[in-house]
């Protein structure tokens, strides 16, 4: 019992670390702020307003403002697990961050922490405003759906997150873009803006392999929205954790590949 204790201990100890590390680079950096309030909120408005000026109908409103509001809240998440590598690319500490006795489910889970801190602020202040601007209200289906339909968003960043992490380990510095380029793919093909019945067939598959499309059809469906698929909420989360592990595993042989060719030590230099 002692024994198991003192594990847990050193493993939340070591997460723990990682969230300190992102918490102090993100408190130091001015333009991360930019990241929390100035995009997030542009989005939001010029959508909103757009949506405003063409009198679109209340539910259409209702289908827009989940959308948007989704992607700022995911792409603030996601930049959080991306960073817990990237700011070490950036400062050439790449070897250092790996010579520390930690595991990947430390740095993902103490950088998925912050994130998940900074994209619940986002979306907050976004449901907030779209209350107050837009007569919006993102209470209607209730605290356990709106809980179950942000973890999802939660869950659907730390996948995009990982992947920015394990691209970077295969292209090196190349990869970069990847951290704001992802979000925006996935803004064409899950239903943000539209259903995903407007996509060609082939896309439409697409779309049925990322979960995030499966939490918005969830979420929409208070608002009057039928789900296009089956089964949305077991359909996204089954994927959302699938992909977690995978890419976990993914890391692991993208890290052994980037030390055995050295890359590891060219992002260090």
């Not at 827009?64 to 700011?87: E, H, P, R």
């Not at 801190?117 to 356990?144: E, H, Q, T």
């Not at 954790?241 to 992002?267: D, I, N």
């Amino acid at each position: 019992m002692k024994m198991s204790l003192l594990l847990l201990r050193d493993e939340v100890t070591k997460a723990e670390a990682f969230v300190f590390k992102n918490w102090i680079m993100t408190r130091r950096n001015v333009f991360t702020l930019f990241e929390i309030l100035f995009w997030p909120v542009v989005g939001f408005l010029s959508v909103g307003l757009l949506a405003e000026f063409a009198a679109v109908k209340q539910e259409m409103r209702a289908f827009i403002l989940v959308g948007v509001i989704s992607m700022g809240t995911i792409q603030v998440c996601q930049l959080d697990v991306a960073y817990v590598l990237l700011y070490d690319v950036w400062s050439k500490a790449v070897k250092h961050g790996f010579i520390a006795p930690v595991g990947m489910r430390h740095l993902f889970v103490g950088s998925w922490i912050v994130g998940m801190a900074r994209g619940g602020a986002v979306f907050s202040m976004l449901m907030g405003a779209s209350y107050l601007i837009f007569n919006f209200d993102f209470m209607v289906p209730g605290v356990g759906p709106l809980c179950l339909f942000l973890f999802g968003l939660f869950l659907s960043a730390a996948t995009v997150g990982i992947l920015v992490c394990i691209l970077v380990l295969i292209f090196g510095n190349r990869a970069e873009v990847a951290a704001w380029s992802l979000v925006s793919l996935m803004l064409l093909v899950c239903g943000i803006y539209y259903p995903v019945t407007v996509l060609p067939k082939a896309v439409i598959v697409l779309a049925e392999l990322i979960p995030l499309t499966y939490f918005l059809e969830y979420f929409r469906h208070f608002y009057g929205f039928e789900p296009i698929f089956s089964y949305v909420l077991v359909k996204g989360y089954s994927l959302a954790f699938s992909y977690l592990l995978l890419e976990v595993f993914l890391m692991k042989v993208a890290l052994r590949r980037a030390k055995r060719r050295g890359l590891l030590l060219r992002l260090s230099e």
